[in-house]
């Protein structure tokens, strides 16, 4: 790590952090704010993919942290990782680009709000149809993620990054399930409101993937997982650009994929989609 914060409180402000070997900021966290730094071209090639530390920044269990106006750029792995119960976390106006994995990724955690971001261009690396995404929740719950700009780049692999904006994955494993993680990791409790969504190569927003802790589809519609008064500016306004659970087979590992009139009665009250392009 370039910086590891520990259990007590810590101010990281107006700092270059930067051509690290497997992390930029990594650790806990109790209390911490990290504030005002660049923290890029972390992750060396011996390290990339060995790990579950990879990233600009990668938290494990931490609690009432705050990242505030970073600049997070160009590093192996996500930009913005935090992990294992992961609890009561802010990011607010920081720009999270051209990272190889996702721009920020929530997992297995829960109380977070996500809030005036600029998230572009991430997934560098493809690592899969679903992942890669300018914001991804995986297996986590009370999220708010709200008046953000995310951009999504024209295809995976590119020098512009995946196609993906906003995905929530409900991953069924056993560590989800059993032991000291618990069941009550599923996605639910997720608000996404008042961003601007730009897609210029298809891609997709919405929920996909696994159905942990939905046992009905009344166990996923009580879920409360809502957007609504986003704006949508795409290239492509008849692709599949949202997924959604639908019956009959509401519970198929890949949810249904469906264009702007099939998701709008569902979803997206208030929200605009706008077309670009020739």
């Not at 071209?41 to 579950?52: D, T």
């Not at 709000?113 to 261009?121: F, L, Q, V, Y």
């Not at 494993?173 to 009550?184: I, M």
């Not at 599949?240 to 509401?250: A, D, F, I, K």
Request: hydrophobic letters at 40%; charged letters at 20%; aromatic letters at 12%.
């Amino acid at each position: 790590y370039g910086i590891q914060l520990m259990w007590g409180p810590a101010l990281v402000k107006d700092c270059y952090i930067a051509d690290n070997g497997m992390c930029g900021i990594g650790g806990t966290g109790i209390g911490a704010i990290v504030e005002g730094c660049e923290i890029a071209h972390n992750v060396w090639p011996l390290y990339a993919g060995l790990a579950w530390d990879n990233g600009g920044v990668k938290m494990a269990v931490a609690r009432d942290m705050v990242f505030r106006r970073n600049y997070i750029h160009r590093n192996g792995g996500p930009g913005l990782w935090v992990d294992i119960q992961t609890t009561h976390l802010t990011v607010e106006d920081n720009i999270v680009e051209f990272n190889d994995w996702e721009g920020i990724l929530i997992e297995i955690s829960d109380k977070t709000e996500i809030r005036r971001n600029i998230s572009r261009w991430n997934g560098l690396f493809h690592r899969g149809a679903l992942w890669g995404g300018q914001v991804c929740l995986q297996n986590s719950s009370a999220v708010l993620i709200e008046s953000n700009y995310l951009e999504s780049g024209w295809d995976g692999d590119s020098p512009w990054g995946s196609r993906q904006g906003v995905m929530l994955i409900n991953q069924v494993d056993r560590q989800f399930e059993e032991g000291l993680l618990g069941a009550r990791f599923g996605v639910r409790n997720v608000h996404i409101s008042r961003n601007t969504l730009v897609m210029p190569g298809g891609g997709h927003n919405g929920v996909d993937y696994g159905t942990l802790g939905w046992n009905t589809y009344d166990d996923f519609l009580a879920a409360d997982l809502t957007w609504a008064d986003n704006r949508y500016l795409v290239a492509q306004p008849l692709y599949h650009l949202w997924s959604w659970r639908l019956q009959p087979n509401w519970n198929a590992t890949v949810a249904k994929w469906l264009r702007w009139e099939q998701w709008s009665p569902l979803q997206d009250s208030g929200s605009s989609l706008e077309s670009f392009g020739p």
